[in-house]
């Protein structure tokens, strides 16, 4: 059974850093692209970052780029958020999300961005 | 960044009822668009993609259809664990994946 389960969110003051850890199991964590996404209290889902297989590539959405890095060990079936400089607005939930595996019928390239599992959530609160 | 619209932002319904959901793409976005259903305090589960594909294990009364930038989302005959919000999203775009604001289904 596929499982996905966030730890390290916590109150931190505006500024503050945070790490955020995704612990993996139940299928094989190197061959897949990993995601972050983000859900404020009350509010829709947002996605955060994403990196591919073996960590050599990452991409960021707008709003956390240059603040935020996704990371991986592979050995550790572990993902990881590293969140710096944070503000009132990183206030959220969050999700570490797993693709669907290869289908055979959709592009590969599709695939790693559609969400198939996805861990409980952390909370995050960044507040004075 | 690719913009997801849905309509209605909330919509209430009784047990039994036909339902449907829209999403509306800011650009084309070939049949690039999922379905997910979260429930209060839970992860969302993917439940459609590629527009009507269903994911293992989604029952089927739930569809999805459309082309270009409309697509809908279809609960046959709302049952009860139904009653929950419905996100659409797009991965047609490499520059970011973007999902619609919500829509949330409510008990009549």
């Known amino acids: 059974e596929v499982q996905l389960v966030e730890s390290g969110g916590g109150l931190v003051q505006p500024g503050g850093s945070l790490r955020l850890s995704c612990a993996a199991s139940g299928f094989t964590f190197s061959s897949y692209w990993m995601h972050w996404v983000r859900q404020a209290p009350g509010k829709g889902l947002v996605w955060v970052s994403r990196?591919?297989?073996?960590?050599?590539?990452?991409s960021y959405a707008d709003s956390v780029k240059g603040r935020f890095t996704i990371s991986r060990d592979n050995a550790k079936n572990t993902l990881y958020l590293q969140m710096n400089s944070l503000r009132a607005e990183d206030t959220a939930v969050y999700y570490c999300a797993r693709v669907l595996p290869p289908t055979g019928t959709l592009p590969a390239a599709m695939i790693k961005r559609l969400f198939q599992h996805w861990g409980q959530g952390t909370l995050v609160t960044v507040s004075s | 960044d690719i913009q997801m619209t849905q309509s209605p932002s909330s919509l209430s319904a009784s047990v039994g009822d036909r339902v449907t959901i829209t999403c509306r793409a800011s650009?084309?976005?070939?049949?690039?668009l999922a379905w997910y259903q979260q429930k209060p305090g839970k992860a969302p589960k993917l439940l459609l993609y590629a527009a009507s594909r269903l994911e293992s294990g989604v029952p089927s009364r739930f569809s999805g259809s459309g082309s270009g930038t409309d697509y809908t989302l279809t609960i046959s005959s709302l049952q009860p664990e139904d009653f929950a919000t419905y996100y659409c999203q797009q991965y047609y775009s490499t520059l970011g994946i973007t999902f619609g604001q919500g829509t949330r289904l409510e008990i009549k």
């Open positions: 650009q084309g976005i070939s049949n690039s």
């Open positions: 990196i591919n297989s073996d960590g050599s590539s990452t």
